[in-house]
């Protein structure tokens, strides 16, 4: 992971060095942030960045969910990462829009503490590694389960939720796993530790509904619409966790993990055990348009070079809004 000389904050580029955060920040003590994972890819016409509206959008809806008032619209974000993306010179890189709550109360309200924005980026290749993605990954049905939609608010990309996340990457990787599945409160499949996840048998392609406590996941909406596009029949529906031995194929999708094959669940091999024939044609479809070798018929990509009027100047936010931390 490359770290960028640039980093958006508060308004304005400054330097890694100058992007801090004070200790009193509420966020690092209770998780109060929101946030997105966005790519940009290389493509001829330059980076061009995947889904940014969809991106931007949840961003929104996270904030709106936990009571974040942004100082910026959305189209002040869209030109934020744009700009960001442009200012370190990425071919391609991970995109990270970050908005915390700083100093202001160790209250666990939290809206008496600053809202902060930063933008970060880096270059960063294949989440699972380039291998996974053509040979596919042994995963394992985590012991944690996704909360319940009465728990948490699994449509928001809250910080804070990302602790059973890291429950579930930690377990698999002490199993000796690549990633966990987790089930939802009832015991349906739900997601990955951050990846959606799809099961096809007999041509036909299922993914547990947003009920299960899924992140409404972007790459999830644009794989929906490739398999839609190749004809093939796809339901959203609660899913039993034999439902993945079962399969023919199982696939994650995410931005970081893109459309990753799952090869085994439990150490029982799924399908032939390697990448099965609709995986690897939303594959296809999915880094042909990102690298720009298919049309991008569905207008999903952002290109980072192409004129655009500058962000307006806005003051940084003032930190410490309330009680003093
Ligand atoms: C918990 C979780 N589920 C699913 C996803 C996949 O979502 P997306 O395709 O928007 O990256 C992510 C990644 O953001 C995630 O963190």
Same mark, same amino acid.
Request: net charge negative; aromatic share 8%; proline share 6%.
């Given at each position: 992971?490359?770290?960028?000389?640039? !980093?958006?904050?508060?308004?304005?580029?400054?330097?890694?060095?100058?992007?801090?955060?004070?200790?009193?920040?509420?966020?690092?003590?209770?998780?109060?942030?929101?946030?997105?994972? !966005?790519?940009?890819?290389?493509?001829?016409?330059?980076?061009?960045?995947?889904? &940014?509206?969809?991106?931007?959008?949840?961003? *929104?809806?996270?904030?709106?969910?936990?009571? *974040?008032?942004?100082?910026?619209?959305?189209?002040?974000?869209?030109?934020?990462?744009?700009? @960001?993306?442009?200012?370190?010179?990425?071919?391609?890189?991970? !995109?990270?829009?970050?908005?915390?709550?700083?100093?202001?109360?160790?209250?666990?309200?939290?809206?008496?503490?600053?809202?902060?924005?930063?933008?970060?980026?880096?270059?960063?290749?294949?989440?699972?590694?380039?291998?996974?993605?053509?040979?596919?990954?042994?995963?394992?049905?985590?012991?944690?389960?996704?909360?319940?939609?009465?728990?948490?608010?699994? *449509?928001?990309? !809250?910080?804070?939720?990302?602790?059973?996340?890291?429950?579930?990457?930690?377990?698999?990787?002490?199993?000796?796993?690549?990633?966990?599945?987790?089930?939802?409160?009832?015991?349906?499949?739900?997601?990955?530790?951050?990846?959606?996840?799809?099961?096809?048998?007999?041509?036909?392609?299922? @993914?547990?509904?947003?009920?299960?406590?899924?992140?409404?996941?972007?790459?999830?909406?644009?794989?929906?619409?490739?398999?839609?596009? &190749?004809? &093939?029949?796809?339901?959203?529906?609660?899913?039993?966790?034999?439902?993945?031995?079962?399969?023919?194929?199982?696939?994650?999708?995410?931005?970081?993990?893109?459309?990753?094959?799952?090869?085994?669940?439990?150490?029982?091999?799924?399908?032939?055990?390697?990448?099965?024939?609709?995986?690897?044609?939303?594959?296809?479809?999915?880094?042909?348009?990102?690298?720009?070798? &298919?049309?991008?018929?569905?207008?999903?990509?952002?290109?980072?070079?192409?004129?655009?009027?500058?962000?307006?100047?806005?003051?940084?936010?003032?930190?410490?809004?309330?009680?003093?931390?």
């Amino acid at each position: 992971m490359a770290g960028a000389a640039s !980093i958006w904050f508060n308004g304005a580029l400054v330097s890694a060095e100058e992007a801090h955060v004070p200790v009193t920040a509420h966020a690092l003590h209770y998780g109060s942030s929101v946030f997105e994972g !966005i790519r940009a890819y290389a493509t001829p016409k330059g980076p061009a960045v995947f889904c &940014l509206p969809q991106h931007v959008r949840r961003l *929104m809806d996270s904030c709106r969910i936990f009571r *974040m008032t942004l100082p910026y619209t959305a189209a002040d974000m869209t030109e934020a990462i744009i700009t @960001t993306v442009r200012a370190n010179k990425h071919e391609s890189c991970y !995109i990270r829009p970050l908005v915390f709550r700083g100093p202001g109360t160790f209250s666990l309200d939290p809206r008496k503490a600053s809202v902060e924005v930063a933008i970060i980026t880096f270059e960063w290749g294949r989440y699972l590694g380039q291998e996974a993605v053509e040979q596919g990954v042994d995963v394992m049905v985590s012991s944690w389960r996704r909360a319940a939609p009465d728990t948490a608010a699994p *449509m928001a990309k !809250i910080g804070g939720q990302y602790v059973t996340s890291q429950f579930i990457a930690m377990e698999a990787a002490d199993h000796g796993f690549v990633e966990g599945i987790a089930l939802d409160a009832q015991g349906f499949i739900s997601e990955g530790s951050g990846e959606n996840v799809f099961v096809v048998r007999d041509g036909a392609v299922s @993914t547990p509904p947003l009920s299960a406590g899924v992140l409404p996941g972007v790459t999830r909406a644009a794989a929906l619409t490739l398999l839609r596009d &190749l004809g &093939l029949p796809v339901r959203e529906e609660s899913l039993l966790r034999e439902t993945l031995y079962m399969a023919d194929e199982v696939f994650f999708t995410g931005t970081a993990a893109e459309i990753t094959p799952v090869r085994s669940v439990d150490r029982i091999t799924v399908g032939a055990g390697h990448r099965g024939p609709v995986t690897a044609q939303v594959a296809e479809q999915f880094f042909g348009i990102t690298a720009g070798r &298919l049309p991008d018929r569905h207008g999903w990509l952002t290109y980072v070079s192409a004129e655009r009027p500058a962000i307006a100047d806005r003051p940084a936010p003032v930190r410490g809004g309330g009680e003093r931390a």
